[in-house]
């Protein structure tokens, strides 16, 4: 079955607001996108400026527009403040495939917010534009990252190596296996 890509959706939790990017959250992705503490298992240049950050957003916007990836920002409904992002990219029609990410301040970890988060996108993913595999590339040593995948579904593939980092694991979550676990 092919992929039905659709324009990008908002979602509404109980604690969270998971909807698009705005120009409004220049200076929160700046602050999140180069912390240390967030950058410490991700093997991408920090974005250590507003012209960094610009740029990114570009480029989210144009593969938005081109259906070729979706890219949400994770808020608290309080004060909307942009904590953390989410994504489905990487697409492949063959398999109906495509790489999950994230990334979420560290003043918000571990209270479970990804975790609402992710279970939405895996939903959509799922249910909506119908992948039948989502991949996720975890650090080794990014224990609670870990966790969380393998929390939903995901396990490692024993095959694959990440050619770009040789310090990530490859986790799948195969559709199958998804709705076995529900």
């Not at 507003?50 to 570009?58: K, P, S, T, Y």
């Not at 999950?100 to 918000?108: A, K, Q, R, V």
């Not at 975890?138 to 396990?155: C, K, M, P, W, Y």
Request: aromatic share 8%; with cysteine; glycine share 4%.
């Amino acid at each position: 079955m092919p992929i039905q890509l659709v324009p990008m959706p908002s979602f509404h939790t109980k604690r969270l607001i998971i909807n698009a990017i705005e120009k409004t959250d220049d200076h929160a992705l700046v602050t999140l996108r180069s912390d240390d503490r967030v950058n410490m298992y991700i093997n991408r240049p920090k974005q250590v400026s507003l012209e960094d950050v610009h740029a990114f957003v570009l480029r989210i916007q144009e593969g938005l527009q081109n259906l070729q990836l979706y890219y949400w920002a994770i808020r608290l409904p309080i004060d909307n403040q942009l904590i953390g992002t989410i994504c489905l990219w990487r697409f492949v029609e063959e398999n109906a495939s495509a790489e999950i990410g994230y990334e979420l301040h560290p003043d918000h970890q571990g209270k479970g917010i990804l975790q609402e988060a992710l279970v939405n996108i895996l939903n959509f993913a799922e249910n909506t534009i119908l992948l039948q595999q989502i991949e996720a590339y975890i650090h080794q040593d990014n224990t609670a990252s870990r966790r969380l995948v393998e929390r939903n579904g995901f396990s490692i593939d024993p095959v694959r190596k990440d050619e770009s980092n040789e310090h990530n694991l490859i986790y799948i979550r195969t559709r199958v296996h998804a709705e076995k676990s529900v």
